[in-house]
């Protein structure tokens, strides 16, 4: 059985920096990119970031303008975001999820396998 499952989510200050983990349990680890999704209240979910099975390969949405970093530790079967320079905007539930093998390149959540349930991030103003 596949299991994904977040941490690190919780309140920082505008400004401040947050990292989430994303371990995943249950299949091969190193066969799967992983996504990073968030969902804004009011607004549709956005995929924001995604590693490919190697680690070689990295996306980010254009909307981060470089403050987010997305890097995994096979022997952990753990994928980190760390997220910086956090404004109120950033404030969302963040999603983990698995695809096989390599990202697609727009970070669309179409072909993804297996969702965690999510960690809260609150940036306060």
């Known amino acids: 059985q596949v299991q994904v499952k977040e941490s690190g989510g919780g309140v920082v200050q505008r400004g401040g920096s947050l990292r989430l983990s994303c371990t995943v349990s249950g299949l091969v680890f190193n066969d799967y990119a992983v996504n990073w999704f968030r969902q804004a209240p009011g607004k549709e979910r956005e995929g924001i970031s995604c590693?490919?099975?190697?680690?070689?390969?990295?996306y980010y949405a254009d909307s981060l303008k470089g403050r987010f970093s997305i890097s995994r530790d096979d022997a952990k079967n753990t994928v980190y975001l760390e997220m910086n320079s956090l404004t109120p905007e950033d404030t969302a539930m963040y999603y983990c999820a698995t695809k096989r093998y390599d990202c697609s390149p727009n970070l669309s959540d179409a072909e993804i396998n297996d969702w965690g349930k999510g960690t809260l991030v609150t940036v306060s103003p």
């Open positions: 590693i490919n099975w190697s680690g070689y390969m990295k």
